[in-house]
């Protein structure tokens, strides 16, 4: 059944069984969401225990950019602490723009893992990507949008 949303339109939705369906990643421009989303939920053999939900930038950085030259702080989360430590894969798009390590670990037991994204210099907004994905569930992706301003 669909779900309306309200305006402006929460940054996570949970499904009714309570396992992270959606992550919304919001540009600055967007600043409402009306009308009506479905959520579909994968297959259970789809589904695995400990799956990656979203690649966080720091609000002011989705809000408003992040100047060149300066660094950032991304956060990886988890649906559920993870059962041993798991490696994740951060693919970069564009490494002149901005730079960060190619994996990152997740501690046993936890949900999160930070990482830091040192951006270039830019002469004009140029926007780019961070997906990450762990290696049992490689054909799951998530990831960001972010810009960086001269």
Known sequence: MPVPLASPAPSRLRSPLGRLAACLALAGAVT????????????????????????????????????????????VYFDVPTPAATTVTLKNFKPAVASFPATIVVAAGNTTATFTVTTSPVSTPTTDSIVANDAKSSAFETGVQFTVEP
């Not at 989303?37 to 950085?61: F, Y």
């Open 32 to 75: 409402a969401f009306t009308g009506t989303a479905v959520l579909a939920a994968p297959a259970a053999s789809q589904s695995t225990p400990d799956q990656i939900t979203s690649v966080n930038v720091p609000k002011s950085v989705s809000e408003h950019g992040i100047v060149g030259g300066e660094s950032m702080t991304v956060t």
